[in-house]
């Protein structure tokens, strides 16, 4: 997507240096635009800990490249020769690596998926610089088909907003999101945005509440950055008011992303997420959650029992940041002594939800829908 009209990805590959990843270090929007480099796998762990980059497609395309910084980092430790470097303790470090690159965030399954991805991949490999070479492909196509995914969903969920706006003789679609579930939450395009830039870009017209999403202020910051950088109309609301604006007719749709899916249709989103259903439901709105299937978990069948909610710094609660006389600041909302608790997640059950949208098209939030798009997994269903 464009930023001040020069197309960028969260992430790519450093043009002059192919040891080095970059990504946009999302901390500082929409006040600065900061690119980082990412040169050894502890600083792409601490990037998706500390959330320079977050979104379940971006976690998952930044390990698939901190797999890769492995495969480099484990070739320099074991022996400055590739060919005689020990296969033993390549294969070691590379383990090593995995385990704090899943360790770092545990709600998005994306992470595994791509580590995963990666450890099959590099088996394959059968000298060390084979390896490399492996995991530096293995990680540009994570990257690629998540947004190849993400333009999918666009284009599918663009129809459900074109259905809206014919039946409200053009009039103003208007859309609920939280969080950013935008193409700063992927490599491009977005999930929950996409199909949102989609039908924009289509001349249909959208207007989207955004959600502020306490306590880090995705909505508030994010997602009004980049549907400001594509010119959609939006307003930026506090968390709570989603649900006056359903009772008077002011919601068309809603439509979130998901960090984790299981098959059976249960969404894990940004915490609040599940209030919102609640409200869609009741006020006979249509609930949508928009998702590429590297986040559906093939394994769990009951989200609110099985999928793990990250539980982050109390400080996220406390504090809140935002620019002041032209720097950004932090400052303290609550007493200072005030305990405070931060759940980074939750499940949306599939019964609220009205339909998935996924790279392959739109179908129910249960396991007959999802396996019926999804053939090839039902042997694990
Ligand atoms: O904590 P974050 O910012 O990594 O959370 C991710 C999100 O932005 C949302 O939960 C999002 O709606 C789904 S991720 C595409």
Redesign the pocket.
């Known amino acids: 997507m464009k930023v001040n009209g020069e197309h960028f990805r969260t992430i790519w590959v450093k043009e002059t240096d192919s040891k080095v990843i970059q990504i946009i270090d999302q901390r500082y929007l929409p006040h600065q635009f900061v690119i980082e480099d990412l040169t050894t796998v502890d600083e792409v762990v601490t990037a998706v800990k500390d959330?320079h980059v977050?979104?379940?497609?971006l976690?998952g395309a930044t390990a698939g490249f901190g797999m890769y910084m492995a495969t480099l980092e484990g070739a320099a430790l074991v022996g400055a020769a590739l060919e005689g470097a020990s296969a033993t303790s390549f294969e070691k470090y590379l383990s090593k690596a995995s385990e704090k690159l899943l360790a770092s965030r545990p709600t998005?399954v994306n992470l595994a998926w791509a580590v995963e991805k990666q450890q099959a991949a590099i088996r394959q490999g059968s000298t060390v610089a084979e390896k490399i070479d492996i995991a530096f492909k293995t990680a540009q196509e994570i990257a690629d088909s998540d947004a190849n995914c993400c333009q999918q969903i666009g284009h599918h969920g663009s129809q459900i907003i074109e259905a809206i706006s014919q039946k409200k003789a053009g009039e103003t679609v208007n859309i609920l999101t939280?969080?950013?579930?935008g193409w700063l939450?992927?490599v491009d395009h977005g999930?929950?945005l996409s199909p949102i830039y989609a039908a924009f870009d289509k001349g249909i017209d959208v207007h989207v509440w955004v959600d502020e999403t306490r306590p880090?202020n995705?909505g508030a910051s994010l997602t009004a950055w980049e549907l400001g950088q594509h010119q959609v109309p939006h307003t930026v609301i506090a968390d709570n008011v989603g649900g006056h604006l359903m009772q008077h007719g002011m919601v068309d749709m809603v439509i979130?992303?998901?960090?984790r899916t299981t098959y059976t249709g249960d969404v894990a989103?940004?915490i609040g997420t599940y209030l919102k259903a609640l409200a869609a439901r009741d006020n006979d709105i249509p609930f949508y959650a928009a998702l590429p299937s590297s986040t559906i978990d093939w394994e769990m069948e009951d989200g609110v029992k099985e999928i793990p909610i990250e539980e982050r710094s109390a400080e996220e609660v406390k504090y809140i940041h935002g620019l002041h006389d032209g720097e950004i600041k932090k400052v303290l909302l609550t007493p200072e002594q005030s305990p405070a608790m931060n759940f980074?997640?939750d499940t949306t059950p599939a019964r609220l939800v009205t339909n998935i949208i996924t790279e392959r098209g739109i179908c129910t939030a249960d396991k007959n829908g999802i396996l019926d798009m999804f053939p090839e997994k039902k042997a694990n269903g």
């Open positions: 959330m977050r979104g379940a497609g976690i998005a939280h969080c950013n579930a939450a992927f999930s929950a880090r995705q979130v992303g998901s960090d989103n940004k980074g997640f």
